[in-house]
Each structure stands twice: as C-alpha cells, then as structure tokens.
C-alpha cells in the first residue's frame, strides 16, 4: 500500500461543467475526509466518512457538493456547474479509528488541484 | 475567532537556530496533530499526540490538555525544514466529534 492517493492530480475546468475527484485511501483505514484549500490558508473541513457512512458535512459543502463512499473504501467528490470560487487545492485524507474509538495519525493524499476558468 | 490558532503565521530564521511554533485550540480534543506542507501541497503527519511529548529526530512537539496548547520545537533548523507546519486538532465534542480542525498554518522559511 503506498498510501493515501487522489486522482487526478490537476483538473482544468470551464465553469459549470461537473467534475469528479477520487480518493483511494490507505487500506485498513476506516475513516476518510475531504478537505479544500485555498492559496495561503490551512484546510477546510468539507465532509468525513467513517466506513460507507457519511458522518459529517460542512457548511461550506453547497448542494453542489457531493460526496460517496459505496463500500467503505474509495471515495468519489463531485462539484457540479464549478464555479470560479471553487478552484483550489482538495485534499483527502484517511485514519483508522482503533479500541475506543481512538484515531490513528491521519495520512494525506497530494491532493487534486481544481482550476476553474 | 478560530477554533484553532497558530502563532506566528510567519517565521523567518537562520540556519542551525531553534524554532518554536505554537498552537492553542478552543475544543475539547482526542488528538492534536503536527503536519508539515511543502509547495506543492503535499501534507505529512509529523506528529499525533494526546498528551504529553514525542521527540523524532530533530523535532519535538509538546500539549498541554490543562491549557489547550501545544508547541512545534525544531532543533538546529535547517533549510530544508521550509515549510508550512500546521496544527490540526480531532474534536470530540458535539457536531464536530471525529473532525480534523485545521489552524492556517506557520510559513517557516529557514535561511542558510
């Protein structure tokens, strides 16, 4: 396993058509977020699976934003009609909770850096 | 005001000096980790800790549950430590249980 991986790695879009990001993570690891981060800012929480469950949703995650985890493992963010504001960096990491529901260090992917133009 | 803070935001120092980088957090944690972010976005855990000190080579970080902060230590910086640390917290309270809370992080530019 080498890790936390995202595809693709850059995405050049024309505003409003839709775009898909994956995050394949680290294999026994149960839990899984989605993060955006925008130039000079540390990341924004959007969205964290725990299995197939979405646990959570940011404010920041518009209808527009949607997010699947099917079997637990990969994970699939969509953006529909993108936006200008949208182009950033988006981050997926994973972790694994273990005992009493203690998390274990969260490894990152390299992220998929959206454009909007 | 952000539910986790870090200071400084900048941070330029010369070769072989020590740094220190700080985090205090206004929720109830299970964990606080350290990460490191390099130009081009790429993120690496440093650290994870609940409690206490962890030491890897020449960083060290240390948390203070009682006063919610923790500190980023690196010992004989280098250049190659330029980076941007960011502090990131896993809340246990309320909505937030099991989320990463992100600080916006410390650009250490570390000169020969």
């Known amino acids: 396993d080498t890790g936390v991986s995202q595809d693709p790695r850059h995405k050049i879009t024309k505003r409003g058509q839709n775009v898909t990001f994956r995050c394949d993570p680290i294999?026994?690891?149960?839990?899984l977020y989605w993060y955006r981060q925008t130039l000079g800012q540390g990341p924004e929480f959007l969205t964290y699976f725990q299995n197939e469950a979405q646990l959570e949703k940011s404010r920041l995650l518009s209808d527009r934003f949607s997010a699947e985890r099917p079997k637990g493992s990969f994970s699939t963010l969509e953006i529909q009609r993108t936006e200008q504001g949208d182009s950033a960096m988006y981050l997926c990491?994973?972790?694994?909770?273990?005992?009493?529901?203690?998390?274990?260090?969260?490894?990152f992917g390299q992220g998929t850096r959206l454009t909007v133009v | 005001k952000n539910e986790v803070e870090q200071s400084p935001q900048n941070l330029t120092a010369q070769e072989g000096e020590f740094i220190t980088i700080n985090c205090s957090y206004s929720?109830?944690?299970?964990?606080l980790h350290w990460l490191q972010q390099h130009p081009g976005g790429g993120i690496v855990s440093l650290f994870m800790l609940s409690s206490g000190k962890k030491k890897h080579g020449r960083l060290i970080a240390t948390i203070n549950i009682q006063e919610k902060h923790s500190s980023l230590h690196i010992t004989a910086s280098h250049p190659r430590d330029s980076a941007v640390y960011i502090c990131a917290v896993l809340s246990d309270s309320g909505g937030s249980q099991g989320n990463l809370i992100f600080g916006k992080g410390t650009k250490l530019s570390v000169k020969p």
């Open positions: 990491a994973s972790s694994s909770t273990i005992g009493q529901g203690l998390n274990t260090e969260a490894f």
């Open positions: 929720v109830g944690i299970s964990a």
């Open positions: 294999s026994e690891h149960n839990r």
